[in-house]
């Protein structure tokens, strides 16, 4: 979906991305992880042409990005910034509604297409539409930023720290969304953040930023189980390592199919991380596992976590 | 009597035996007692050109009357004692409207006794007391509309309903016999051809004045390095005094106008209309160009960021999201100009440009206060319509600015 092809970008005579190279497949869900400087957000921001690469080449689903308009390109990639940048004027529906009215899209499929985002986002369409951004909270807004972005149905989104200004209950329950948008829709996306633990749970990909290149780029597990240097070893940080393995494995990896166990069942998905948690709450060190659907399917031991 | 509980919260030792909880109402109707007391309500004079002796309210208008403003005026300060509620503040509003109303019936009733049988050259000029207790009466009105967060509409009918009272009055000829009624039946015509002088004047001056200044305005955001330059010249322009603005516009204008002789044609002149649309519109400038710099400049990035990283183009940006969040701070420059302007013009009379000045500067000639109030008075008027009327609408606009 993105090819980015040994990409340079200067601001003064700092190079702030130094010949990146970075393929993302599409459907991937793909983290620019790094401190800040790093260079992760202008990576992003040249994707869509918010900022010009001064060398190198980016390709969008084959194309070289140079070769369409700007706004053209923009209005096929979706965007989700940190500060949000709701319009204030506008209400709820006009807000989701603004790459779908760029496009000309009729009044009806416009109003349909909102409504449908709104009960995606969890937001009650009766209740939230007509409303003014200065009337949500900040998580709300962020949902809205989120519907606008998927609005005309882009094949890419590009998401810049989007959930670093919400509260940290307010952020799980986005990041939940987000991965399950995810799952729906097979969205390729580009994530840029600094939060490991956000990284992990969100990426099929991450790509570790140092110095405006790529110090690392693999699944979630390699990095955390084959750190590629020192740099990566210490910017995952080495303590709570064990943790953050838990939580990016998954129930279903190790579960004793056909057995079973008292209490309330986890689902499949569940990372272990959060099997161990409710293990230390319920005072147990068996739990039942269910599918999807809600069916028993199995059960999980204290042991099958250290495995 | 027990002790209420004051806006700092309950007292707990009971020192003070009653409450006052409208501080504002109370002073309103100190000031007003004490100018009644102390100054005359109107002043009479043999004739216009000598200042009036002061007589007192109660030896003017008659018992009657007085009793009437007494009761009001009585009635205002109680309701400082009983607790706030939105019944009590519209009532105050009512007996203040009422009392500014009655305030002027018995000025212009004062007059009307005053004159019977005295010779035809008496004047009867409005007295201290009559504008204190108007403006009290205009103020305690106003201040129990804003404690009842009065919407636009409430404010319009509240202001639509005193002009009419005030015009009503005037049509029954209640208000004929005193000397700023006879100045203006005097010059009824010059009046309203000097009103309509003044407006177009402003109009004309602000107009040009935002057609300048707003593209330089944007035009000092896109490129700061203009903002400088810009507003050092127009703050220089800011700092000189009017008159000798008026004054230096002579020159260059006289010379252009000996260059090119057919510009005389189209009314160009150094002394008129020409030199004083001119200088308003170098002093309207900077209140336009800063206000379009401070409004634009204070949109929220993040909206014109997301606004770009969603395909907008430059002027899809600057129609749909700058320029509207800016908007209430561009209406706010227009009405500092517009009221300033109204002020500035009465000067521009003294270049022969005409307008409402023309009776300021010819009563201060004469040493005739009530042809200068002619020529102020409307101005005054002029210019509180004006700063109503915009703050109305960026009120409006404020609310609602759907896409």
Redesign the interface.
């Known amino acids: 979906m993105i090819e980015i092809d040994e990409v340079t970008k200067y601001y003064g005579d700092r190079r702030v991305v130094d010949s990146l190279s970075l393929a993302v497949p599409a459907g991937d869900f793909c983290v620019l992880l790094g401190s800040s400087g790093c260079g992760k957000s202008t990576t992003l921001k040249m994707i869509n042409r918010l900022i010009a690469a001064d060398a190198g080449q980016i390709r969008v689903a084959g194309k070289e990005i140079g070769t369409i308009p700007a706004e053209a390109l923009r209005r096929r990639i979706g965007y989700v910034i940190q500060s949000i940048g709701l319009f204030p004027h506008w209400t709820v529906e006009d807000n989701v509604a603004t790459v779908p009215r760029l496009l000309k899209w009729p009044r009806e499929r416009r109003r349909d297409r909102v409504t449908e985002l709104l009960e995606m986002l969890r937001l009650a369409p009766a209740v939230y539409r007509a409303k003014y951004p200065h009337q949500l909270s900040g998580g709300e807004q962020q949902r809205v930023g989120v519907a606008r972005a998927l609005a005309a149905d882009p094949e890419l989104l590009l998401m810049d720290e989007p959930f670093g200004a919400v509260d940290p209950v307010t952020r799980d329950d986005l990041q939940g969304e987000l991965a399950g948008i995810h799952r729906a829709t097979k969205k390729t996306i580009v994530f840029v953040t600094h939060d490991i633990e956000e990284a992990l749970r969100l990426a099929t990909h991450i790509a570790v930023m140092q110095n405006g290149g790529i110090a690392q780029l693999g699944s979630p597990l390699d990095i955390l189980e084959h750190p590629a240097s020192d740099f990566v070893a210490d910017f995952i940080g080495r303590q709570g390592i064990g943790l953050k393995l838990l939580s990016v494995r998954k129930i279903a990896d190790r579960m004793r199919a056909g057995e079973t166990a008292e209490g309330e069942p986890l689902a499949l998905d569940t990372s272990l991380r959060d099997a161990l948690s409710a293990m230390t709450t319920r005072r147990t060190n068996r739990l039942a596992v269910c599918d999807a659907a809600g069916h028993r399917v199995g059960a999980i031991a204290l042991a099958d976590l250290v495995r | 009597m027990t002790v209420q509980s004051g806006p700092t919260g309950p007292r707990t030792a009971v020192l003070v035996p009653i409450c006052i909880h409208n501080q504002v109402l109370l002073v309103l109707v100190i000031v007003a007692v004490i100018s009644v007391a102390l100054s005359g309500f109107v002043g009479a004079a043999p004739n216009r050109l000598v200042s009036g002796g002061p007589i007192p309210i109660w030896a003017a208008t008659g018992a009657l009357t007085t009793a009437g403003i007494t009761v009001l005026g009585v009635a205002l300060s109680a309701t400082c004692l009983i607790p706030p509620s939105r019944l009590l503040h519209c009532a105050v509003a009512w007996v203040a409207a009422a009392l500014l109303l009655l305030v002027l019936a018995a000025a212009g009733h004062a007059a009307s006794l005053l004159v019977q049988g005295a010779k035809p050259s008496v004047r009867i000029s409005l007295g201290p007391a009559f504008w204190v207790l108007a403006a009290c009466a205009a103020l305690a009105m106003g201040d129990a509309l804003q404690r009842l967060e009065a919407g636009v509409t409430a404010q319009l009918v509240a202001v639509t309903g005193i002009a009419l009272g005030a015009a009503s009055l005037g049509a029954h000829g209640t208000l004929d016999a005193l000397s700023l009624a006879q100045e203006f039946e005097m010059r009824r015509q010059v009046f309203a051809d000097a009103v309509i002088r003044h407006i177009t004047l402003v109009g004309v001056s602000v107009a040009v004045a935002t057609m300048i200044g707003f593209p330089l305005g944007v035009a000092a955001v896109k490129r700061p390095s203009l903002q400088d330059p810009v507003f050092g010249v127009l703050n220089i322009l800011q700092t000189i005094p009017s008159i000798a603005l008026f004054g230096f516009l002579i020159v260059p204008l006289s010379a252009l106008l000996a260059a090119v002789p057919r510009l005389g044609e189209y009314g160009v002149g150094g002394i008129g209309v020409t030199p004083a649309i001119i200088a308003l519109v170098l002093y309207a400038l900077l209140p336009v160009v800063r206000n379009t710099v401070v409004g634009l400049t204070g949109v929220?990035?993040?909206?014109?960021?997301?606004?770009?990283?969603?395909?907008?183009?430059p002027g899809?940006i600057f129609r749909?999201?700058e320029l509207?969040?800016a908007l209430p701070v561009l209406l706010a420059g227009l009405r500092i100009v517009t009221v300033q302007a109204i002020g500035l013009a009465v000067v521009a009379a003294l270049i022969g440009a005409g307008g409402l000045g023309t009776f300021v500067f010819e009563g201060l000639g004469q040493y005739a206060v009530d042809l200068v109030l002619l020529g102020a008075l409307p101005a005054i008027f002029l210019a509180l319509a004006a700063d109503f009327i915009l703050q109305t609408l960026t009120a409006l606009l404020r609310r609602h600015?759907?896409?």
């Open positions: 929220d990035y993040a909206a014109v960021e997301a606004g770009r990283g969603m395909g907008m183009t899809q749909g999201i509207p969040l600015f759907a896409p």
